[in-house]
C-alpha cells in the first residue's frame, strides 16, 4: 500500500468462496476477501483509499473479472 509499510505480520487476508451449480456445472461464483491490517497512526484514510482502489490494481481480481464476483472489505487496527 502506498505511503503505508506493508510487513507480512501487519497484513493478513481472509478468504472465502460460494460454488454453485450453473447449468449444471460447478462454478465459483463469489469471492469474499477481508483483509486485516494493523497500520500506523494516521494512516486509516490512506489504507482505505487503497482498499478501495485494490481490484483495479490486483491481477487476480482482474483475470476473473465480468465472471466471479469479488467482494473485498477490511478490518483497519491503527497502532
Known amino acids: ?4 509499510p506493508a510487513p507480512s505480520d501487519k497484513i493478513t487476508a481472509q478468504v472465502e468462496g460460494d460454488i454453485e451449480a450453473v447449468d449444471n456445472v460447478l462454478r465459483i461464483t463469489r469471492i469474499r476477501v477481508r483483509y486485516d491490517l494493523k497500520i500506523p ?6 489504507a482505505e483509499r487503497a482498499v478501495a482502489r485494490h481490484p483495479r490494481g490486483c491481477p487476480a481480481a482482474n483475470s476473473v473479472d465480468g ?3 469479488i467482494d473485498i472489505s477490511a478490518s483497519i487496527t491503527e497502532e
Do not use: N, T
Request: hydrophobic share 30%.
Open 67 to 69: 465472471c466471479i464476483d
Open 1 to 4: 500500500m502506498r505511503e503505508i
Open 41 to 46: 497512526k494516521g494512516k486509516r484514510e490512506a
